[in-house]
């Protein structure tokens, strides 16, 4: 009820303004002290990748590109954080309005561009702040001004940047919203560049004495045989796990709602159908070889349960906690952790 009111009161404000007061507030809270009075979080461990995980439900990243507010997320019960996109030098992103709420199917349209402060301002915001006790991940990307040939030197340079301080890294190459970046999903621009970026990995991993596991999140809008080739190439490369999916360029299913015609990708209950197809498919195609996360169109605790029967190790969810509110954290943690074990995937690695 009292989520509700206050729903009501933020979709009154423009939405990045509302984004804004939303994690000032959130900010605030856990300055005060006053996050110690939520509910404990939900306890459900698993182990992945080398990583413990608190619980199955994590945060997709978007909502804090550069880490600014990872104390209070933390606090609300999340399993992990994933933050980011973030790229090498800051950037503003798309001119506004560049997102646009579809309440009427829990959706969302951005169109931001990778709008972050740089690399070097989230690693200061980690330096400053107490080590969570969950695993963060950090989200990279490319410069919108740097060309697909040389997007290697981008991706590399944050992923030696982050590499210290990260607890896995996400290669983001799905984005609707940096011109020509899905490009880099497809043949030798993929394999050019995970290859790259995989050697990169190795020769850090020696150095330090510490070994990161590295995704790649793909998009939801990839037709059944780019998209095995697609695994197979990220397999072939030794990635770590994929994470499926980010937004899509599809309207299906809200043609002739307000805002369906503006230009970005949708997230929110329109996307979970086809996120979970994906997911499902590429289960079925790379088996236990890495890791899947699942994300877009997690609105219910039910459609967390469902990411998970259709081959999903851990979910993310973003718009789902727009307009669901932090109890969607706890109640898809807690549908996951009572999932009957013959139905819950094994952890893969």
Known sequence: MLFSLTR??????????AHDFSMATLDGAQKLGLM??????????????????????????????????????????FGFL??????????PGNDRPRLFRLPENQALINRMGFNNKGVDHLLEQLDNQPRPGIPIGINIGKNRDTPNHQALTDYRYCLEAVYDVA??????????????LRQLQEGQALQGLVNGLMQTRAALADKTDRYVPVLVKVAPDIDPIPLTELADTLLEAGVDGIIATNTTLDRQGVAGIKHANESGGLSGQPLTAKSTDVVQRLRSHIGKQCILIAAGGIVTAK??????????????IYTGLIYQGPSLISQSASALANMPCETRRSPSK
């Open 303 to 316: 459609d967390a349960v469902d990411k998970v029967n259709a081959g999903a190790d851990l979910v993310q």
């Open 167 to 180: 607890d896995y890294v996400t290669i983001n190459l799905s984005s609707p919203n940096t011109p020509g």
């Open 82 to 91: 994933e933050v980011g996109t973030i790229t090498p030098r800051p950037q």
């Open 8 to 17: 009501r009161l933020l979709f009154l404000l423009p939405p990045e303004v």
């Open 36 to 77: 110690r009075f939520r509910p404990d979080p939900i306890e459900a461990p698993v182990e992945l990748m080398g990583l413990r995980f608190r619980n199955r439900v994590g945060l997709a990243a978007g909502l804090d590109k550069n880490a600014d507010h990872i104390g209070g997320l933390e606090a609300l019960g």
